[in-house]
């Protein structure tokens, strides 16, 4: 079975471009079996024959694996963190050195709640400002599908359970059982399609030199072995400004090789700030 899972990997791989060596064989397990059920292969072998025989179906499954689950605000503590705490902080320093750019990575946006959840924070922030701020929070994910979703901004009422009535009135408008966006929280956010893995760049193309005021990271490592996690740890703290902020999952934690390099500012809500130099 091992080998039939790595024989999978490697299809993707080459036919796709999306790798998943670095992910824990019990989740990829998990989820291929469930494409094994709904295609009526009758074990992962048959399943691999059919992967490579079958138009379309390695998007399926490439779909399967990249499934997440998302919503406006969730785990509502660290946003709370990042409006009360972490923006007046990061307010007072720019103000201070006369810089007035926002620059925020949402790491593993998925269909694009996240990132549009900062914005609205941003904007409701900026709004009680007498100086003018712009702030560009670059959205990425391996999943095209997901991208292209969050593009539209247009959400289901499932995703908005934890969105403040305030923040629901204001940036939002309904639409029949749908809320769309409102342009000014869409225009802060760009989104790309962006492999965390990727050898050649530590940082999304589209920023260009990364240097970020926070990076949001969460549930991501969980999917990755060790080894792998080093490397999307590398590119995190290679990214992140000094005094830069770090926002994780909630089970997940710094890597032992950065744990000197930064400070935790929040245990519960995982948040932590890169030491400067």
């Given amino acids: ?26 989740m990829l397990l998990r989820r291929i079996m469930v494409r094994v059920e709904e295609t009526h292969a009758g074990n992962i072998s048959d399943y691999s024959r059919l992967l490579q025989s079958t138009p379309g179906e390695a998007e399926k499954l490439i779909e399967t694996l990249t499934i997440s689950v998302s919503m406006f605000f969730r ?9 009360q705490q972490l ?35 941003l904007s409701d922030t900026f709004s009680r400002e007498s100086q003018p701020f712009e702030s560009t929070i670059f959205a990425t994910d391996m999943d095209e ?14 995703t908005m359970n934890e969105v403040k009535f305030g923040y629901l009135n204001k940036y939002f408008k309904q639409d029949g ?3 769309k966006i409102s342009k000014a929280v869409k225009s802060m956010v760009s989104f790309s399609r962006y492999d965390l893995l990727d ?4 940082a999304p193309p589209e920023s260009v030199f990364g240097m970020f005021d926070m990076v949001l990271c969460r549930n991501v490592l969980i999917y990755f072995n060790p080894e792998y996690q080093e490397k999307i740890f590398y590119k995190i703290f290679r ?6 902020y770090l926002v994780l999952g909630e089970s997940e934690s710094i890597h032992a090789k950065y744990s000197n390099a930064f400070r935790e500012i929040n245990r519960i809500a995982k948040v932590f700030q890169k030491m400067q130099l």
Avoid: Q, V
């Fill in 87 to 121: 923006l007046p902080a990061l307010l007072h320093s720019k103000i201070t050195s006369g810089n007035h750019e926002f620059r925020i990575w949402s790491a593993g946006c998925a269909t694009g709640e996240e990132p549009y959840s900062l914005s609205i924070i």
């Fill in 177 to 179: 059982e749908f809320y």
């Fill in 145 to 158: 599908k997901a991208i292209r979703f969050a593009k539209k901004g247009i959400y289901g009422a499932a």
């Fill in 1 to 26: 079975m091992k080998k039939t899972i790595t024989d999978i990997i490697n299809f993707l791989n080459k036919e796709c471009g999306y790798d998943y060596a670095g992910h824990y064989p019990s």
């Fill in 199 to 202: 050898p050649t760049n530590f």
């Fill in 239 to 244: 990214s992140l400004s000094p005094g830069g």
């Fill in 75 to 83: 785990n509502s503590l660290t946003f709370e963190i990042i409006s």
